[in-house]
């Protein structure tokens, strides 16, 4: 369990991230005619990515249009399947998309074809950041001296004990916080632990199925809980960050970058569980989530357990796909890495890319071919 500092300007914080996120499908604001005519010439690029990314993604922002003034980046944030959907569902026309589970991408984008085109929603993907998951907690948090890596499940399943969870049907987090309780099971021998946080916490059960090697959770279709739950459910774990300031939680699934970013205590979780070591893919392996239900109608809605990686890519449909490569370049390059690991997100040692031959020429150096896994 780590110290911290107190919780100061987080909702601030969180606030700025929201409204740039509500900034990007906002109406027209009034700008001073001096300005007008430059602002309406610079480039619009539409960028959708993972909550857990609008902390560094804010300073690259900043750093990206100062090198390209010709460029007006327009950021919107959603859980990982949300940001995936405004492409592949609702049409929208997006430039970059950014998740939290590199995975998404060729399962939701390469396998559904645009109606209008015929052709994939993208065919090509760069895992470039990584990640851990954590408990975040606050000062105020129900026995918060007493948790630790070992006991957080038995603390957790305490009915006064507040816990936020990201609903796993939107938000890569919500499926890995669940993956982590079913290795944790494993880790320790106590298989239990899963059914004592989540039973009797729904109005339609979330199930776990043991078998040799492998934990299933199914997630209904309807995910909402009952009455009396301990559970907060969200649609993206960044929203539950205004639960823990408010003490409307004690405790919420996080990333370990997000939970460091806006100064909140952090119980680490072993290494078996919080899906940060690439040592541990086979480990890992031996969880899995599955949605109960078709969201997507091309593609078997199942999350297999494997290290955390970040994915981006862009889409066929991007309205600005030379921009939107020059962008990525700017991440993937050693100004972008800084800027990220600046603001405590790891970023890979070795970028690679699914899809790679048809990934721009410019961006093939940066992010080489992904070896078989």
């Not at 991230?17 to 480039?43: F, K, M, Q, W, Y």
């Not at 015929?118 to 948090?141: E, H, I, K, Q, V």
């Not at 405590?344 to 070795?350: A, G, I, K, N």
Request: net charge negative.
């Amino acid at each position: 369990m780590n110290h911290h500092r107190p919780l100061k300007g987080l909702a601030l914080s969180v606030a700025a991230g929201l409204l740039a996120a509500c900034a990007s499908t906002a109406g027209p604001t009034a700008i001073p005619s001096a300005t007008r005519t430059a602002v309406d010439e610079r480039t619009p690029l539409v960028v959708f990515a993972a909550g857990s990314l609008i902390v560094p993604f804010a300073e690259l922002e900043a750093a990206f249009e100062a090198a390209h003034p010709e460029i007006d980046v327009r950021p919107e944030y959603h859980g990982s399947i949300q940001v995936i959907r405004h492409a592949t569902e609702l049409h929208e026309p997006i430039d970059v998309v950014a998740t939290a589970d590199a995975s998404l991408l060729p399962m939701l984008m390469f396998e559904a074809q645009d109606p209008q085109t015929g052709a994939p929603y993208a065919s090509w993907a760069c895992r470039f950041a990584g990640n851990r998951l954590a408990l975040a907690y606050t000062d105020r948090s129900r026995d918060r001296e007493e948790i630790d890596g070992d006991n957080w499940p038995n603390v957790l399943a305490r009915p006064d004990v507040l816990l936020g969870l990201a609903d796993p049907r939107f938000d890569a987090s919500g499926y890995r916080a669940m993956m982590a309780l079913a290795l944790e099971e494993r880790r320790s021998g106590e298989f239990g632990l899963f059914n004592d946080i989540f039973d009797d916490q729904f109005t339609y059960p979330v199930r776990i199925f043991r078998e040799e090697g492998l934990s299933t959770i199914t997630v209904p279709e309807v995910f909402e809980t009952t009455g009396d739950s301990h559970l907060r459910v969200r649609g993206g774990s960044i929203q539950l960050l205004a639960l823990l300031e408010s003490g409307d939680i004690d405790y919420a699934f996080e990333y370990e970058s997000v939970i460091r970013q806006h100064g909140l205590g952090m119980v680490e979780l072993a290494p078996q569980v919080d899906l940060g070591d690439e040592a541990l893919r086979d480990w890992y392996a031996q969880s899995e989530v599955e949605l109960d239900f078709q969201r997507f109608a091309t593609v078997e809605p199942r999350f297999a357990g494997e290290p955390i990686a970040y994915g981006i890519t862009i889409p066929s449909s991007a309205p600005h796909p030379q921009e939107a490569a020059q962008f990525i370049a700017f991440l993937l390059g050693p100004e972008g890495r800084a800027v990220m690991q600046a603001n405590q997100h790891p970023v890979s040692d070795h970028p690679d890319a699914l899809g790679w031959a048809t990934m721009p020429a410019a961006l093939q150096p940066l992010c080489p071919q992904a070896e078989s896994r």
